[in-house]
């Protein structure tokens, strides 16, 4: 089986699952970004690499590209990953007896009067989507797509990928080193619910312990001017883009992520279970796939201030129930979101695809 990847930028996720895939005895060949940083490590598991800088979805230089590549070589599937990957590969590969696959992680963005949309996701000649959750793959149903050309398969993600800073790594931040530190990493944008957690904050007036830790470019100016008029103004800390924003996540002792949709598998909070850290999450697209309440983490209704500063209150008040969590958090990680179940899934989708 010979698979022709197009993913202009690879994450770690993607890394690990096309050079597990090689092991497992898949013949890979990636198409990247002449600037992706990962090139050498996938040639280092056996890819070979081509590069090639995609512009936008209908770049026909690339499509051209593209497609002297598969005329070149007798690839069985065609896997796309992000969006204008996934449009110029269609494009380049039309007439060709090949098998496409294409993933999708976010909800939202899509409609069957765009004509973009028809581009990429909609596209009648896509065999597969994966979907990162359960959430996304509902979503694609609602959007009168095919239940057989949908598969839900969670990213795979290793614990030992993440080291925890220090806990004196929050004082430059202005973080007691006594607080109970409740975390956030990722945009600060509207759909991300921070302006909620800020109003949870107003509400632990009485426990002046807890303190807020803010990791991510702002994009929503409401979030600053709220709070700037917080009355936990001294206990809320913005430390804007930081590229430890995963290590930091795993020195706080709760992490949060109060989105209010749209949301797939989000890193952010796979990264901070992934180091022990229980999460409250909102029940908002796939969150509560992630965090099973009251096992590794609480869940919360999306845009209810007062049941998250209750939740906050719950896990800040008792260091038992964080460690039991925490732990719980961390084993859900290595086992639901291990890495080896993301390639023993997509590997079975590859061979149901040819059969």
């Known amino acids: 089986m010979r698979v022709l990847v197009v993913n202009s930028f690879s994450d770690r996720s993607e890394v690990g699952l096309w050079s597990g895939l090689v092991k497992a005895g898949i013949s890979i060949d990636v198409i990247c970004d002449p600037t992706a940083p990962e090139q050498q490590v996938l040639k280092d598991s056996g890819i070979e690499v081509s590069t090639l800088a995609i512009r936008h979805r209908l770049d026909f230089s690339a499509m051209r590209i593209i497609r002297q590549q598969l005329n070149a070589r007798q690839y069985d599937i065609l896997h796309a990953t992000r969006n204008r990957d996934l449009s110029v590969s269609l494009i380049a590969s039309r007439g060709m007896k090949i098998k496409h696959i294409a993933y999708r992680g976010t909800i939202g963005h899509l409609s069957r009067l765009d004509p973009a949309s028809w581009l990429t996701y909609l596209n009648p000649r896509l065999d597969r989507i994966i979907c990162n959750a359960e959430a996304v793959r509902q979503y694609m149903l609602a959007m009168r797509l095919r239940e057989t050309k949908l598969k839900t398969i969670y990213k795979g993600f290793e614990a030992d990928w993440y080291k925890s800073e220090d806990r004196s790594a929050l004082v430059e931040f202005g973080v007691p080193k006594e607080a109970i530190v409740v975390g956030f990493a990722g945009d600060i944008r509207p759909i991300k619910g921070v302006d909620v957690l800020i109003r949870a904050m107003d509400r632990l007036v009485d426990s002046p312990q807890i303190h807020l830790l803010l990791v991510g470019r702002v994009r929503d100016k409401e979030v600053e001017s709220l709070a700037t008029r917080s009355s936990a103004r001294e206990r809320i800390h913005f430390t804007g883009f930081k590229e430890n924003a995963a290590g930091l996540m795993g020195a706080c002792d709760i992490f949060v992520m109060p989105s209010l949709g749209r949301e797939g598998i989000t890193k952010a909070v796979v990264e901070a279970m992934a180091q022990g850290v229980p999460a409250i999450v909102s029940k908002a697209g796939g969150l509560p796939e992630i965090v099973a309440h ?31 969590l925490g732990d719980n958090a961390k084993k859900r990680i290595t086992t639901t979101f291990g890495m080896n179940k993301a390639i023993e899934k997509t590997l079975a989708l590859y061979t149901e695809l040819l059969q």
């Open 294 to 324: 009251n096992e590794c983490g609480l869940v919360v209704p999306p845009g209810d201030p007062e049941a998250l500063a209750q939740a906050i209150i719950t896990l800040a008040s008792d260091a038992s129930l964080r460690k039991t």
